[in-house]
């Protein structure tokens, strides 16, 4: 069984950064993708930022220009720099991880962000 374990939310004020971690409990599959995503009460979970095994990462629009995703596929360890927070940024933040084989399908148990105005 692995097991994602999220680090590095909290509460910051409207402007700032954090940067949150997410690294699997073992290193028994290959991820293929990595990724963040988040959900604010009352909304659907969204896609925050993915990165492949080859480095290619993609955004949400909200977030360009001001989120950083980036990985050690050797750790299985994915990292999000968030800078120039925003209080709509406020969620709980998922990690999600995806290997070659379909059935490595996991997520983390979600860490909360709170940007205050």
């Known amino acids: 069984q692995v097991q994602l374990v999220e680090s590095g939310g909290g509460l910051v004020k409207a402007g700032g950064s954090l940067q949150l971690s997410c690294a699997a409990s073992?290193?028994?599959?290959?991820?293929?993708?990595m990724g963040w995503y988040r959900q604010a009460p009352g909304d659907q979970r969204e896609v925050v930022a993915t990165?492949?095994?080859?480095?290619?990462?993609v955004y949400a629009d909200s977030v360009k220009g001001r989120f950083t995703i980036s990985a050690d596929s050797a750790k299985n360890t994915v990292y999000l720099q968030m800078s120039s927070l925003k209080p709509d940024d406020t969620a709980v933040y998922y990690c999600?991880?995806?290997?070659?084989?379909?059935?490595?399908?996991?997520w983390g148990q979600g860490t909360q962000v709170t940007v205050s105005s």
């Open positions: 990165i492949t095994r080859g480095g290619s990462a």
């Open positions: 073992r290193n028994i599959f290959t991820p293929y993708e």
């Open positions: 999600h991880m995806q290997g070659i084989l379909a059935r490595d399908d996991y």
